[in-house]
């Protein structure tokens, strides 16, 4: 019977499906393709010794890991607190949330800087503490941050609501703290989904551009200034065309790449285990 299902005729649905299917990967993996194979490892390697390019290349990957883990520490309980709990304005909140997703990134970059220039309230109280993030590494944190979280907070939500209320309560009878019942059972049954927004928020951060180019557009960075990959890919190509864009391009594409393959790796891995 398995073999008779394999050699079953198609119908055509099925057949317009797979057709419409391979127009549209090949929409997505094209370009990719086309961009990396463009250049040879050797220059692809001796780009990426280029010290412009390998500090704007690490400054981009340190930022949106930074901007991550602190999503992390305050995106997990509000997902958490929306999972849980129905309270008034809720679904407006939830729309707020994803705000940052839908305006144009420059002018979050400009909303950014109302809250944190060194002229408004934030960035003062920061500033007494040194921390400045105009045209700096915390601004280029912070750019990263606002775009991207709303990615890690939609998951991890879903990931909670997946978490069936009554194991926590089963812990809390059996003498556990909110405390223990959050770390020992929520997040641990949710961590799949948390794993994926963060994944998604990274990627976000890493790739932002509007938001950066107003607040943070030339940063000092391990005592070099320099910008983050996609800046510089503009950058590169307004000045110098699409020949010298290109093998940064494809730089960042191969990055990105190999990140997403070993994160996904993780995530399979913990899901058959």
Excluded: C
Excluded at 180 to 186: D, E, I, K, L, N
């Amino acid at each position: 019977m398995i073999k008779a299902h394999l050699l079953r005729k198609p119908d055509s649905m099925s057949i317009v499906f797979v057709l419409l299917s391979v127009i549209i990967l090949l929409f997505i993996f094209a370009p990719l393709v086309k961009t990396v194979g463009s250049s040879s490892p050797g220059i692809l390697w001796n780009t990426l010794l280029d010290e412009e390019v390998y500090f704007s290349v690490l400054l981009t990957v340190y930022a949106a890991v930074i901007a991550t883990l602190v999503g992390l520490f305050l995106g997990v309980p509000l997902a958490y607190l929306l999972a849980r709990h129905e309270f008034w304005g809720k679904r407006f909140l939830e729309g707020l949330i994803d705000v940052p997703i839908v305006i144009p990134h420059s002018a979050a970059g400009v909303a950014l800087l109302f809250v944190f220039g060194s002229n408004f309230l934030a960035g003062e109280i920061f500033h007494t503490v040194g921390i400045s993030f105009f045209n700096s590494v915390a601004g280029v944190v912070i750019a990263m941050m606002f775009v991207s979280i709303p990615f890690l907070i939609d998951s991890a939500k879903e990931g909670f609501k997946a978490v069936d209320v009554r194991l926590e309560k089963v812990a809390r009878t059996l003498g556990a703290s909110p405390w223990s019942s959050f770390f020992r059972v929520s997040l641990p049954l949710a961590w799949r989904s948390i794993f994926a927004g963060s994944v998604m928020m990274w990627a976000r951060g890493a790739s932002e551009f509007g938001a950066v180019l107003i607040l943070a557009y030339y940063v000092p960075f391990f005592g070099h200034y320099t910008r983050v990959a996609p800046i510089l890919v503009a950058d590169r190509f307004a000045s110098f065309g699409l020949e010298y864009a290109q093998p940064v391009t494809a730089i960042v594409i191969s990055i990105s790449l190999i990140v997403f393959i070993v994160l996904r790796t993780i995530a399979y891995r913990g899901q058959k285990a």
